[in-house]
C-alpha cells in the first residue's frame, strides 16, 4: 500500500516537473519570439529613419538648385576688371565688367545710388545687392535695410530706373518684387548670398568703397 502511495506521488511529482519544463521552454521561445520582434523594429525603424534623412537631405538640395520663382537668370557673364563705364543688358545690372574696386557690402545700407560697375563687383565676392525706386513704400525700405544691416554679403541703395518697386540682385541672377513682405525675398537671399553661383566665393565684403 505505502510502497503504491510513494510510486503515486513519484509520478505525480515527475508531471508537475515535466509541467514546469514544458512552461520554461514556452516562456523561453516566447521571449525568443520577442526579442527577434523587437530587433527586427528596431531595424525597420533605423533604416526608415535613414531613408527620412537622406530623402531630407536630398530635398534641401533639389530646393537650393531650383531657381526662385519669378527670378530672372543670365549665363556667360564677362568678369574683367575695367577702369570706365560698362553699358549692362540688365537694369539694376546682375554682372559682366566691372570696377577694380568693389562696394564694401557687409550689411552696408547706402541712402544715396551707387556706381554700378562698384556694386557688380561685390555680386563677384557672393553679395546680394537689394535695391529699390520712389514706388516702394517707407515701410519696406525700413524693413530691407534692417534685414540687410544684419545680413553679411549683402548692400542695399536706391536704384531710380529700375522698372520694379524692389529688385534683389545676385551674379547671374534677379528677383523682382513689390513688397518686402514676398516671402521669395527671404528664399532668394538664403539662396544666394555667398550662394554656388559665386565666382569668387569667400572674397572680401570689407575694405573696399564705402560711399
Keep these: 500500500m505505502g510502497s503504491a502511495n510513494s510510486k503515486t506521488k513519484a509520478a505525480s511529482r515527475r508531471a508537475r516537473i515535466e509541467e514546469q519544463r514544458r512552461a520554461e521552454r514556452a516562456r523561453e521561445r516566447r521571449n525568443r519570439i520577442i526579442t527577434i520582434a523587437v530587433s527586427a523594429a528596431i531595424l525597420v525603424g533605423v533604416a526608415g529613419g535613414g531613408w527620412y534623412l537622406v530623402d531630407t537631405a536630398n530635398e534641401k538640395e533639389q ?126 537671399l538664403e539662396k544666394y548670398v555667398q550662394g554656388a553661383q559665386t565666382p569668387e566665393p569667400g572674397a572680401a565684403c570689407t575694405g573696399g568703397k564705402s560711399s
Design 63 to 188: 530646393a537650393k538648385a531650383a531657381p526662385v520663382s519669378g527670378e530672372k537668370t543670365w549665363s556667360k557673364l564677362t568678369q574683367n576688371h575695367v577702369d570706365k563705364d560698362v553699358t549692362y543688358p540688365m537694369t539694376p545690372p546682375a554682372g559682366g565688367d566691372h570696377d577694380p574696386v568693389w562696394q564694401n557690402c557687409n550689411g552696408d545700407v547706402y541712402t544715396s545710388e551707387l556706381r554700378d560697375e562698384n556694386a557688380v563687383h561685390s555680386m563677384e565676392h557672393g553679395a546680394v545687392w537689394v535695391t529699390y525706386n520712389d514706388k516702394a513704400a517707407d515701410a519696406d525700405v525700413k524693413a530691407l535695410a534692417a534685414k540687410v544691416a544684419k545680413t553679411p554679403y549683402t548692400l542695399m541703395s536706391p536704384y531710380k530706373t529700375q522698372s520694379s518697386p524692389i529688385s534683389l540682385t545676385a551674379w547671374g541672377h534677379q528677383l523682382n518684387v513689390t513688397k518686402e513682405s514676398d516671402p521669395r525675398v527671404a528664399e532668394f
